[in-house]
């Protein structure tokens, strides 16, 4: 900048007014291009909002949003819904004394069954759920605990889990498949359902387990471990089980395509829920024929084993029978949302429309003919 | 020992001693006690770095930046401590702002060296060896004689030791130094003034001793010590005989000079000092918002480090049978855990503070000053001048000036000056057709014939043509040898040069009137009066000065007469005239001015042989004087210019520049305060001004003029400001003079800065260049603290242009002084209206806009995943995926907001050209207040809170989204998890912000829909792809298949459109029933634009379905006219323009803008 202030040509006031006059050739003018973009000239559309540009789009809003919330609203009533808390808080519920004297390790499983009636008949597809409450699988401690690469068969990784797993990485000094805290917690009630026939038989109620989780999580993500033998025990040799496990993970099912990490309670539940109450996906029951109803009305029984712990931490644990819709589970707000939403358009549309007779096109006026 | 190593490592400098020995030549003594000392060579260094030390050393200044270091701090805090989110997320976008800044930095640097290059490898000629040598200026030593040619500048701070005349004096002017343009003459010691030729100065044998480098301009002490035939002749050495570097050699062929100060040593370097750094009042409010928003960030990270403590009291939360602790963490300190969770939760945060607003603010500052380079409306044919950015730092300052503090010379007016009227001995005469007709009298003079002149006529055009200092340039390449025998040949050829456009003015005048003064070469002036040729000897010239206000040439006529022509200010020659028609001479002095007539007083006086033998024995005396030397030159030149015969006064006028008018009043009713501040006399002031539209024919005048003491001025001053007070209806215009107003700010500056504001107009006259920045300091740190603007054309405004918070230079005929140290610089003083009323409105919006969207799109980043927390005892889980946190700010939101900020346009450039009173909309930082930062903040919240909560009502405990069917064919209700979670809320947020945007952007070109809806865009196939893919280097899968899982679940659509659109809709009912109900005055101006669609016609970009809509409200448009009527819609239109009825006095008085509202 110094050295600029100096640079002796321009200096002079008098030289720089030469240049002008006498030459034809103007090779070096300075004069700035011409161009829409230099000018700032670029064509545009100028929307500018005001109560007449908005007003046709709150109408149309108003009148696409109020249908599409009651078309929503009603599709999620027509959901059926049912929900049972078995945690066995009170005493007088059937599970209060399996909830009351559980311990990890006990090897005698402890079992008690529900009894609840639907009123109304379950159509099409069912699916059944666990619910748990309180129970923050979004913690990051927990998130972070797991190896993608070990659920994904890496051998390298079976035999060495990441450290994000700690401290459920290595127990007995062999490491843990499927190690971390996510894997050694999983969901281990089982549920059953049988359906009370009013002549007093129970039928067992027909749940497929497969098909719950993600295609690309089952098919891609999660996958077993290649060995030698097609013997899944053999490949796992030389790893231990989770801690709080029963059973080794290449124990988890008969089915060898719903076995080890490919198992879907497992994928399930590898899937960390966002919030602290949540559900997961446990069974589907399937429609057998057009005739009957899935679930048609009457008494059924739950039979739980059960084996999970939640009332250390005040946890509670349900059991949702649901059908659903093209659009998913029950959710009423969304509907809800959209009438509102579309109710208010409309009426501040109503508002816009006064507003615009008023002084919308006053002002527009004003400047034109000042 | 210990000094040598201080020494070695640069902690003394080199040369201990006060002084600094330089030997001529470097032609060290043989024998004796030399101790070889080191000097600085000749390199000027201007640029901040070398490729090696670049990377350091730029790293290093850039985080001085509390910013970047802030983010560094996060960083290292992030590789430090195990934190939520992986180095990655902070350290990418750092990076990447970090780089564009250093690019941007190394580019302008390379400039910078080019620069350098150029000036330090100027060939120079210097004495070698004998001979005389080329080579480069940057190899001059110290001791080196260095020879230059006529205006030529010198290459370092020379000594002088000979010219080419033989009494050794030269010329100069220090024009691109201190900016005073007249010549100055510098001497040489008699001893070495004889040594004019290489081969004489090659056995010339001396040593200076002088001080060392110090950035005094006008302090030099040293002495020169000359060695002859074996003795030893010591002269002083003062500063007449030094040659500045960056000063040039003027009216003299050559001259030789042995360099004493070289390089960063000489006192130029020593003076340039880096510009300060002008912050603008954006930044400054920008500043304040980082604060705050660190604040909320650090109450955010407290309050959830402390809550998160609250929660983990009860161990069944802390450590449920679930989600075991490690050893390490169960053992490891509490207080550690305690600020390392905090820590934790600042770095989860800390995208609240938007890491890259500075760069983008940086990258919209140096892309969009481009536009006013590239402007065809600052573009002067004339001249060939197009507007010149020299900081694109304060781009949006231009729309803020409420003060604009103009010079008058160069830069209202011209500057080209045109002899219109003198006084000859009482008699006013005009100049008509190149003829001096007196008052009264039309051309009627036949033509041809030689009109009569009488003596005194003949006598002032004499002494006009005669005593000045113009020089004489020829067209005739090498009429060096000698002009004076061409001198016949000349007539047209010839051109005039002089310091001050005045004095050029006025010998052009006289040629014209057949007085043409036809050359001088050194000491005899010519004239051809009338064809015929005399010759005067030219004795003395008493140079001009400030102080004295007048110069004068002492000459020896034909006749061998000895006499003293002077001209100068009126001020300073009535007072000594002694004969002459002195009252009628004033009077007409005064009827010039008031016509806006730069006036000068011609005299001269007589010497008898004894008086000029007298004359001329103390003028050599005082020349020649050692000590207090200028003391004794003025008290000589004073006795010298006293009793003088009065001739006459002579009137030039310097024409207006176009559209001065227009621009004034256009400013004026932009809400700017206009002060013009001259160095002209009163009267001259007051008549341009009046001409130029500053103050007009209604205005009350008053004045603070020729106030000689405090407790006058104090009691003119409260004077005055009962006057304003008692009749406030009328505009009052202020004129203040230089003396005045120094005794005014000495004691009563709140009283003066009252009066001043409460007036509409300021004239301030008689200003010395520090005063005119004194007043400019005066107004800006005023409690208001009101934007600055400066324009000027000449070196004495440049004080003035560097005080000011804007500094625009006009690109003139006084040189490149005030443009290169301006901000910005035009080639005329109308362009001024576009630059400030269009440039400055459109920047300011835009930067204003970015800045506040910058904050507002952090919030609604940051906030969920705040919210997130509370779900998930406050464990630090992010709710975002990393790669998500890291791109957010540099792809997925970046480029809207740029684009926006580059090319937004309110209201067209015509609308805000043609109604100035738009620029006040945006006044004092308005977009910028406290109250729209709020604004913005809470619309962030508000967002931020409709897209958490949305997502967390409609994904509900997981009830899933996917349907069983028909549509989607997956026949399976599936989960989601926390990433699907997250995922929503960033789709969400991605699309709401961007459209927000859109709802902001008011001027769509094909760039502005290729980078929102592209950004949008981007974001999906980005998230596509990266969920598509198992990635190998990454440690967990988290993000696999999330996003096409949530797109192919129909209630995900139907929860992104609902957010979206609640979060928007208020937003845009806001802003509807704003402009219905408090229009701003820019929103009435826009319709005019859209509704006779011409916008939209010649867009590309039009709809063609909005066709319909505006068919439609045509048609209402029209209803609602017949309902009302134009005679109310006037009305209105009155009562609801606030500014439009305060000003209706200024919209009445003013004749512009009267007839156009």
């Given at each position: 900048m110094m050295a600029s202030s100096y640079s002796t040509k321009e200096e002079d006031g008098h030289q720089s007014g030469a240049p002008g006059p006498g030459g034809g050739v103007n090779a070096k003018s300075r004069k700035p291009d011409n161009t829409a973009f230099k000018q700032q000239r670029l064509p545009a559309w100028q929307p500018i909002l005001t109560a007449g540009t908005v007003l046709p789009a709150f109408f149309i809003i108003g009148l696409l949003f109020i249908p599409i919330g009651i078309g929503l609203y009603v599709t999620s009533n027509n959901i059926k819904e049912y929900e049972i808390d078995y945690t066995g808080v009170d005493m007088s519920s059937p599970c209060f004394n399996c909830s009351q004297n559980y311990s990890w390790n006990s090897t005698k499983p402890c079992r008690c069954s529900v009894s609840f009636s639907l009123d109304q008949p379950f159509e099409s597809n069912v699916f059944m759920y666990y619910g748990l409450s309180n129970y923050y699988q979004n913690h990051r401690r927990y998130v972070k605990s797991r190896d993608d690469s070990q659920l994904n068969g890496n051998l390298n990784a079976l035999k060495d889990p990441s450290k994000?797993?700690?401290?459920?990485?290595?127990n007995d000094g062999l490491p843990i498949a499927p190690c971390g805290a996510i894997a050694n917690s999983l969901f281990n009630d089982t549920l059953e359902l049988y359906y009370n026939d009013p002549n007093g038989t129970k039928t067992l109620i027909k749940l497929v387990k497969t098909g719950i989780a993600w295609w690309t999580d089952k098919h891609v993500k999660f996958r077993n471990p290649v060995g030698d033998g097609s013997n899944l025990s053999a490949v796992f040799q030389g790893t231990t089980k989770p801690v709080n496990w029963q059973k080794y993970v290449y124990q988890l099912d008969s089915d060898p395509d719903n076995n080890g990490f490919i198992n879907e309670d497992l994928i399930v539940w590898m899937r960390t829920a966002a919030l602290p109450t949540f559900r997961k996906l446990y069974r589907i029951i399937e429609k057998q024929g057009d005739a009957t109803p899935t679930l048609p009305r009457g008494n059924y029984t739950l039979l739980v084993t059960y084996n999970y712990p939640v009332r250390s931490f005040e946890g509670r644990k349900r059991m949702i029978l649901s059908t659903i819709s093209w659009m998913g589970g029950k959710n009423p707000f969304l509907g809800i949302a959209y009438i509102t939403v579309g109710s208010v358009c409309f009426f501040l549309g109503v508002v816009l429309l006064i507003i615009h007779h008023k002084y919308g096109s006053r002002s527009n006026n004003a400047d034109i003919s000042s | 020992m210990l000094r040598w190593i201080r020494q070695q490592l640069g902690f003394d400098p080199p040369h201990q001693s006060d002084t600094r020995t330089v030997y001529i030549a470097n032609r060290?003594?043989?024998?004796?006690h030399y101790t070889p000392q080191k000097f600085a060579d000749n390199r000027i260094i201007s640029s901040k770095y070398t490729i090696w030390n670049f990377v350091p050393k730029n790293l290093f200044e850039q985080f001085r930046r509390i910013a970047n270091f802030y983010f560094l701090i996060i960083f290292l805090v992030q590789l430090m401590i195990d934190t939520p989110t992986s180095p990655v997320t902070s350290g990418l976008p750092l990076f990447f702002v970090i780089t564009v800044t250093a690019i941007k930095q190394g580019y302008e640097d390379w400039l910078r060296h080019k620069a350098d290059n150029e000036v330090n490898g100027a060939p120079v000629f210097v004495v070698r060896s004998g001979s005389l040598v080329q080579t480069r200026s940057k190899n001059i030593r110290v001791g080196d004689i260095v020879r230059v040619a006529k205006d030529e500048t010198f290459p370092a701070d020379l000594v002088l030791?000979?010219?080419?005349r033989d009494e050794g004096t030269c010329h100069i002017t220090t024009a691109s130094l201190d900016g005073e343009t007249n010549l100055k003459t510098h001497f040489a010691v008699p001893e070495t003034a004889v040594s004019q030729t290489v081969s004489k100065l090659e056995a010339l044998q001396a040593v200076v001793e002088c001080q060392q480098p110090?950035?005094?301009?006008?302090r030099f002490i040293g002495r020169i010590t000359v060695s002859q035939q074996g003795e030893e002749i010591v002269r002083p050495l003062g500063p007449e005989n030094l040659l500045l570097r960056g000063a040039r050699l003027k009216n003299t062929k050559e001259i030789f000079g042995v360099a004493v100060y070289t390089g960063m040593e000489s006192k130029m370097a020593l003076n340039y000092k880096c510009k300060s750094q002008k912050r603008s009042a954006v930044e400054k409010s920008m500043n304040t918002f980082l604060i705050i928003y660190l604040g909320i960030l650090l109450f955010e990270a407290i309050l959830s480090t402390i809550l998160k403590y609250a929660w983990q009291s009860e161990p069944k939360w802390d450590e449920p049978f679930y989600n075991r602790k490690t050893e390490q963490e169960r053992n490891s300190s509490q207080i550690l855990k305690f600020i390392s969770d905090f820590l934790a939760f600042l770095v989860l945060y800390n995208f609240i503070i938007p890491i890259s607003l500075y760069v983008t603010v940086e990258m919209q500052k140096f892309l969009g000053s481009f536009f006013i380079g590239w402007d065809l409306d600052l573009y002067h044919i004339e001249s060939d001048q197009k507007a010149q950015v020299n900081t694109s730092d304060l781009n949006e300052e231009l729309g803020q000036v409420e003060y604009v503090f103009t010079d008058k010379t160069g830069t209202l007016t011209e500057n080209e000056m045109h002899f219109r009227e003198c006084s000859i001995n009482g008699v006013k005469f005009q100049e008509i057709n190149g003829k001096l007709v007196p008052e009264g009298m039309t051309d009627d003079a036949p033509d041809g014939c030689m009109p009569l002149l009488s003596t005194e006529e003949e006598l002032f055009l004499k002494a006009v043509s005669l005593c000045h200092t113009v020089q004489i340039n020829y067209e005739e390449p090498d009429c060096v040898c000698d002009s004076f025998y061409q001198a016949n040949g000349v007539s047209l050829q010839m051109e005039y040069y002089a310091s001050s456009p005045d004095e050029k003015a006025l010998v052009e005048a006289m040629k014209r009137m057949g007085v043409a003064f036809t050359g001088n070469n050194g000491e005899i002036m010519e004239i051809k009066t009338f064809g015929k040729s005399e010759r005067f000897k030219l004795l003395h010239v008493l140079e001009f000065d400030a102080d004295r206000r007048r110069m004068s040439v002492i000459l020896q006529t034909p006749t061998g007469e000895k006499v003293l022509f002077t001209k100068g200010a009126e001020s300073s020659i009535f007072p000594h005239a002694k004969s002459g028609e002195v009252d009628k001479t004033r009077l007409h002095v005064d009827e010039f001015a008031l016509k806006g007539l730069r006036t000068l007083v011609v005299a001269c006086r007589r010497f008898s042989a004894a008086e000029y033998e007298e004359v001329d024995r103390r003028l050599h005396e005082a020349r020649t004087a050692l000590q207090q030397r200028e003391e004794r030159l003025a008290e000589v030149f004073s006795f010298i210019e006293k009793d003088l015969e009065l001739l006459g006064a002579t009137g030039v006028e310097d024409k207006l520049q176009e559209k001065v008018q227009e621009t004034i009043e256009a400013l004026r009713l932009a809400g700017i305060k206009v002060w013009v501040l001259t160095g002209d006399k009163h009267e001259t002031a007051v008549s341009v001004s009046l001409s130029c539209g500053h103050f007009h024919r209604t205005m009350n005048i008053l004045e603070l003029v020729q106030q000689k003491s405090d407790s006058e001025c104090a009691e003119q001053l409260r004077q005055l400001a009962r006057r304003i007070r008692e009749d406030h209806v009328i505009q009052h215009g202020l004129v203040v003079d230089g003396a005045s107003l120094s005794l005014a700010l000495r004691q009563h500056e709140r009283l003066f800065m009252d009066v001043c504001r409460s007036c509409s107009a300021v004239l301030c006259c008689r200003m010395a260049p520090l005063q005119k920045a004194k007043v400019v300091r005066l107004i800006k740190t005023c409690p208001e603290k009101p934007i600055t603007l400066a324009v000027g054309d000449g070196a004495n405004d440049v004080s003035m242009i560097q005080e000011a918070n804007v500094g625009i230079g006009i690109m003139g005929k006084e040189g490149r002084q005030a443009v290169r140290n301006s901000d910005y610089a035009i080639a005329r003083f109308k362009f001024l209206a576009k630059l400030l009323l269009v440039h400055g409105h459109f920047y300011y919006i835009r930067i204003a806009t970015l800045v506040q969207y910058f904050f507002y799109k952090n919030v609604c980043f940051i906030t969920p995943q705040f919210l997130y927390q509370f779900f998930c005892l406050f464990s630090q889980q992010t709710l975002y995926d990393s790669v998500y946190l890291t791109l957010y700010n540099i792809c997925f939101t970046s480029l809207p907001v740029l684009v926006y900020s580059l090319f937004e346009q309110l209201v067209h450039p015509h609308v805000l050209q043609n109604k100035p009173a738009l620029y006040r909309d945006i006044s004092k930082n308005s977009l910028l207040s406290f109250r729209t930062f709020l604004y913005w903040t809470l619309l962030g919240f508000c967002h931020a809170f409709v897209f958490f909560f949305g997502s967390y009502i409609l994904m509900g405990e997981d009830t899933s989204l996917m349907g069983n069917g028909q549509i989607l064919r997956a026949n399976r209700q599936l989960m989601f998890g926390n990433w699907t979670f997250g995922t929503l809320v960033f789709t969400v947020m991605v699309i709401t912000v961007t459209l927000k945007l859109a709802l902001e952007t008011h001027f769509w070109t094909w760039m502005n829909h290729f980078v929102t809806w592209g950004s949008i865009a981007f974001y999906f196939i980005f998230s596509l792809f990266y969920g598509g893919i198992i990635w190998p280097f990454l440690h967990t899968q988290d993000m696999y298949f999330v996003f096409v899982q949530l797109l192919s679940s129909g209630s995900a659509w139907f929860a992104i459109i609902i957010i979206v659109i609640t979060c928007l809709f208020p937003d845009v009912i806001k802003k509807v029933f704003y402009r219905h109900l408090r229009p701003t005055s820019t929103q009435k101006s826009q319709p005019i634009e859209a509704y006779p669609g011409t916008s939209c016609m010649d867009s590309a970009c039009c709809f063609s379905s909005r066709k319909d809509w505006r068919e439609w409200l045509g048609q209402l448009v029209e209803r609602v006219m017949i309902r009302y009527g134009p005679g109310r819609v006037t009305r209105w239109w009155r009562d609801s323009d606030p500014f439009c009825s305060n000003d209706q006095r200024i919209l009445t008085h003013s004749p512009v803008e009267a007839t156009r509202c």
């Open positions: 994000e797993c700690e401290p459920y990485r290595m | 060290f003594p043989q024998h004796g030791l000979s010219s080419e110090e950035p005094d301009l006008y």
